[in-house]
């Protein structure tokens, strides 16, 4: 289900008051006040044009994750299934829109995994944790850049999805949000085009094969796959 999807079925189906509507509406602007505030960095000559371009690159790259982490500092998000409405479903919500245009945008990740080690930092700002010698293939894509916990020398085959956060219905049928950060152990292999959902834990030396779907908090381990029970909201804080 896309965002837009899932945005338009949660207005219809769920009671939202009128100012959570527009809270919701207005964050969809997001994407596009970041776009106009890079455009009016680069092309208003208030500097240089090298100062002018250097400033852009910051506003893409580095605004997102600084306002993202200091919303979640502020605002801490508890992991596990979130109930629609919710304080912590806006938070996610606002946290999911400043990371949009890279969603959508995928040539700007691959850009900055050019440079070594210049991936890793970014999400680290995000705030997940990343440790070393990461390899990050060609391809692969990330929801939820703040809810990655990944060990060291960890090797990410082609086309990987990491999907912190899934929608979800539940047993009476209603929508709910299940967010929780994917763990991928020390010297793990992900197997290229796998899908690692909300929860996900792969344990150290572990290699998962290709194209392999992992539904919410799997665990894997010893090339086995063992069904884990979601943890109760606040259990643990983002």
Avoid at 200 to 221: G, K, L, N, Y
């Amino acid at each position: 289900m896309t965002e837009e999807a899932h945005l338009e079925r949660a207005l219809g189906k769920f009671n939202f008051s009128a100012g959570q509507r527009l809270a919701l509406l207005f964050s969809n602007y997001i994407p596009m006040l970041h776009v106009l505030i890079i455009v009016v960095t680069l092309w208003v000559p208030w500097a240089a044009i090298g100062w002018r371009v250097c400033s852009a690159v910051a506003v893409l790259y580095l605004l997102p994750p600084i306002i993202a982490r200091c919303i979640l500092k502020v605002w801490p998000i508890r992991e596990g299934t979130i109930a629609m409405p919710s304080r912590d479903y806006f938070v996610w919500w606002v946290v999911l829109n400043l990371q949009i245009i890279f969603c959508r945008l995928s040539f700007l990740e691959e850009l900055m995994r050019i440079v070594p080690g210049a991936y890793t930092a970014w999400l680290r700002l995000w705030g997940s944790r990343i440790g070393a010698f990461t390899y990050w293939a060609a391809g692969l894509r990330i929801l939820d850049r703040s809810f990655l916990d990944i060990g060291d020398g960890v090797a990410f085959g082609a086309g990987v999805r990491l999907n912190p956060h899934v929608m979800a219905e539940n047993d009476t049928g209603e929508m709910e949000l299940i967010l929780a950060t994917v763990h991928i152990g020390d010297r793990a292999i992900v197997g290229g085009y796998a899908l690692l959902t909300a929860g996900t834990r792969i344990a150290d030396d572990e290699m998962t094969r290709a194209c392999v779907t992992s539904s919410p908090f799997s665990h894997w381990q010893g090339g086995k796959r063992v069904k884990k029970k979601a943890p109760e909201p606040g259990s643990e804080p983002a």
